[in-house]
T-cell receptor
Framework: GIQVEQSPPDLILQEGANSTLRCNFSDSVNNLQWFHQNPWGQLINLFYIPSGTKQNGRLSATTVATERYSLLYISSSQTTDSGVYFCAVVGMDSNYQLIWGAGTKLIIKP | DSGVTQTPKHLITATGQRVTLRCSPRSGDLSVYWYQQSLDQGLQFLIQYYNGEERAKGNILERFSAQQFPDLHSELNLSSLELGDSALYFC????????????FGPGTRLTVL
């Protein structure tokens, strides 16, 4: 089945810094989503982005489907951005289920 | 707030017991998905229902079962619980299209002692 790899696994930054999180996937996808899991365990939808580029405030994402990767950009980081960022995909043969990467754990220091 | 509700938020029980987790999807969503997040396995898909019918099955144990009712809410039943079943269980819902965005509930944290 499809494999999803995220990098880096851990990232520690000072408040105000910018960061780029990467998601590689091994096959074509029908759906790609980015999530933020906050310290309380909630999964928050960030982007639904099987292809193209989207922006939402300080966050933006780009998926290059032909090269099988997606990037999540966080600018001017705030402490509330801390948590784990997950990339999840629905592959062509994944029966609608999201296949998850292992996540990037982001810590923003004040 | 995603619009997906899950109850209870926390559940503590003993090995061998049975529990039921409940999920109400966003208004208008016909698909409901169940996922398990454990420390050692990460996030894994369990099962999907679409308008009352089972649509896809993932790594769901035989001790677990689910159903979706006519009002579209769903229940996940976990029986003969083991210590390893301790996890965060998420419900998600999506619209009528096959690959629509999935929206997640707040989760139910299950602890088996």
């Amino acid at each position: 089945g499809i494999q999803v790899e995220q990098s880096p696994p851990d990232l520690i930054l000072q408040e105000g810094a910018n960061s780029t999180l990467r998601c590689n996937f091994s096959d074509s996808v029908n759906n790609l989503q980015w999530f933020h899991q906050n310290p309380w365990g909630q999964l928050i939808n960030l982007f639904y982005i099987p292809s193209g580029t989207k922006q939402n405030g300080r966050l933006s994402a780009t998926t290059v489907a032909t090269e099988r990767y997606s990037l999540l950009y966080i600018s001017s980081s705030q402490t509330t951005d801390s948590g784990v960022y997950f990339c999840a995909v629905v592959g062509m043969d994944s029966n609608y289920q999201l296949i998850w990467g292992a996540g990037t754990k982001l810590i923003i220091k004040p | 707030d995603s619009g997906v509700t899950q109850t209870p938020k926390h559940l503590i029980t003993a090995t061998g017991q049975r529990v039921t987790l409940r999920c109400s999807p966003r208004s208008g969503d016909l698909s409901v998905y169940w996922y398990q997040q454990s420390l050692d396995q990460g996030l894994q898909f369990l099962i999907q229902y679409y308008n009352g019918e089972e649509r896809a099955k993932g790594n769901i144990l035989e001790r677990f079962s689910a159903q979706q009712f006519p009002d579209l809410h769903s229940e996940l039943n976990l029986s003969s619980l083991e210590l390893g079943d301790s996890a965060l269980y998420f419900c998600a819902s999506s619209g009528a299209g096959s690959y629509n965005e999935q929206f997640f509930g707040p989760g139910t944290r299950l602890t088996v002692l």
